[in-house]
């Protein structure tokens, strides 16, 4: 596996923001993306979740999140993170 994805999560959610959010990591792990996701410290507004992925998936994971916080309209609560 190799360290690839981190993304970047508003810690002041809502009730609806935060189920989403707990859908789409839960679904990352479910979809074999991953086994487990870390959360650390960024700053007073964000997390950092990052998580290692198989190699040759990144564009695959990515494209799965972008869709998801899309789909979910969640653009102002997370973010992949760079």
């Keep these: ?18 189920s989403n959010i707990i859908k789409l990591k839960g679904s990352l792990i479910s979809r074999g993306y ?13 997390h950092i979740n990052s998580f290692d992925i198989e190699p040759g998936t990144a564009q695959e994971v990515k494209e799965f999140i972008t869709s998801f916080i899309a789909r979910e309209n969640l653009g102002e609560s997370i973010s992949i993170f760079k």
């Design 34 to 46: 991953t086994e487990i996701i870390h959360i650390s410290d960024h700053d007073d507004e964000f």
């Design 1 to 18: 596996m190799e360290k690839g994805m981190k993304l970047k999560v508003r810690k002041e959610l809502d009730v609806r923001q935060q």
